[in-house]
């Protein structure tokens, strides 16, 4: 009998593949496909820190309040659209605890630690079973320094951690200058996990048109070697479990990834191009590696190739082109 199951952010999971935050994740009949095609956990899709912020202030009347960080992004949003949404996704997550027993995380995306973070808490009286934070602040305001831009996510991580008891986990980016250095800290930080790395909503201009347009929404599998590299050297280096994230597209990136050091990962993509289904295929394909390498369980291989492990520890950081295309 093959062993899957993995520790991740305090649970057990019955294997490694958790659905990452999408609009996959943001209705209950689409969870509980998700969860029959065998996805261990599921991050519901985020909601966004300036709909909790809106919400309050509606209920609060206070529209006029000062102190927003992005009133502009209120244009952004179509209002209509995102009224009442924080209700809804409380909804949702009673809704998805009532129908399926695998754990499921709420999410926000947040760029401040402002008043937001009263509803980490109304997550979990929900029933959410973990706290996930996209947290994100793009260094685009030259009147902040690296300093302060990086403050904001212990901020955000200190005031949540008061809101909630459950486990709290944070999907950064990999725009930091001095990124091992920050993903050691921000796991210091009394955190339960880290997913390396989110991706974003990257802009493209569309000639015809003359519009803002948003391009490569979905990862393909050469994007996979950021993240491995990074859960490779940091595995055994942070004070918390690691989930990898970004193109893992088949079964094989799965394995790739554990060996690296990830306790899990996060899917999207792969799932938007080959539907739910491609789970299964995902953890087939994982089983069978093991058996033809006589593992039993996941903990056999974990982390067997991480940076600290490996007999060839410095390609993790190899990042120049030696004898490869020089015609040698
Ligand atoms: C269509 C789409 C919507 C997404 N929405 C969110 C979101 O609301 N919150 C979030 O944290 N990540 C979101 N993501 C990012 C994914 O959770 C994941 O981190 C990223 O896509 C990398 O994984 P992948 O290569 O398997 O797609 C979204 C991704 C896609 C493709």
């Known amino acids: 009998m093959l062993d899957l199951t993995t520790t991740y952010a305090g649970f057990k999971l019955k294997n490694p593949i958790i659905i990452g935050s999408s609009g996959l994740t ?50 952004f949003f179509d209002m209509t659209a ?21 754990p499921i995380f709420a999410s926000v995306n947040c760029v401040s630690s402002d008043e937001w973070t009263y509803f980490a808490k109304r997550a979990q009286d929900a029933g959410a079973d973990g706290i996930e934070l996209n947290l994100f602040v793009l260094p685009s305001d030259f009147n902040r320094t690296g300093v302060e831009n990086e403050k904001i ?23 930091f200058s001095n990124l091992g250095a920050m993903i050691q800290k921000i796991s210091e930080s009394g955190i339960d996990a880290l997913v390396l790395f989110n991706r974003f909503f990257t802009p493209d201009i569309d000639l015809e048109t003359m519009k803002i347009v948003p391009s490569n929404i979905f990862s393909t599998q050469s994007e996979l070697s950021t993240s491995l590299r990074w859960i490779a ?66 903990g056999d291989f974990c982390g067997k190739m991480s940076q600290s492990k490996s007999i060839n520890a410095a390609a993790y950081e190899r990042v120049q082109f030696m004898k490869h295309f020089s015609g040698k």
């Open 153 to 175: 996510y212990f901020d955000v991580i200190e005031k949540v951690k008061k809101e909630i008891t459950i486990p709290l986990v944070i999907k950064i980016s990999y725009y």
């Open 233 to 298: 050297i940091m595995a055994d280096r942070v004070k918390c479990d690691l989930a990898g994230s970004t193109g893992i597209h088949e079964g094989t990136d799965v394995i790739k990834q554990l060996l690296a050091g990830a306790k899990a990962v996060h899917i999207a993509s792969t799932l938007y191009k080959h539907g739910t289904s491609h789970i299964e295929n995902m953890l087939k394909d994982i089983k069978d590696w093991m058996e033809d390498n006589n593992y039993s369980s996941i």
């Open 26 to 75: 943001e209705s209950v009949a689409s969870l509980k496909e998700l969860e029959k095609r065998g996805a261990a956990a599921i991050v519901l899709k985020s909601l966004f820190e300036e709909e909790i912020i809106r919400e309050m202030e509606d209920s609060m009347n206070q529209m006029n309040a000062p102190g927003h960080i992005y009133p502009e992004i209120y244009d």
């Open 82 to 102: 995102i009224e009442d949404s924080s209700t809804k996704y409380l909804n949702l997550i009673r809704e998805a605890k009532k129908e399926l027993n695998i």
